[in-house]
């Protein structure tokens, strides 16, 4: 027999995470693009901003029809060669920041089945951000999760507007997962 879950936050019941979700606006419209296998995933942070922020939207697939906003700058959130530092330069529209949810393979799939994505402007965070995601290590050096990323590229964007309300939910998820399997474990484990 599976567990009652909250309807919004996707969690069980008994560790609902809904009452630390804020909602906040931001003049930035955020896209984030799921991959499938991450839909379901325990620590999904990608729900976790989508469901802070006004202005964003979650979609899950692997391929996705976007259809141009002019009112919007579109820029694709995926480090690279071509990428330009975040905050990118005001040409009086808003951006639509688009970002990719998934492990980097899964990211890099996403980019390969819709060029449309692969052809947009990309941007990406300062070198040596560090995650607060304890559980798991990073394959590289600023590697974040999702909404750390997010939270990240708003506050450099729309500075000095503060949205790391958003990391309190995350935070919640991490502890509840290093109580369930035991701080012993988790030092033994993660040198935490």
Known sequence: MSRARCERCTRPLNHCLCHLIPRLPSRTRVLILQHPDEAGHALNTARLAALGLESAELRVGERFDLEPDPAYRACLLFPGETAQALPVAEDGRPLLLVVPDGTWRKARKLLHLNPQLAGLPRVCLPAGMRSRYRLRKAPAEGALATVEAIVAAL?????PK???ALLRPFEALID?????MGEDTYRRNHGG
């Open 155 to 159: 506050e450099l964007q729309e500075a």
């Open 162 to 164: 503060r949205f790391d």
């Open 176 to 180: 509840g997962q290093i109580a369930a």
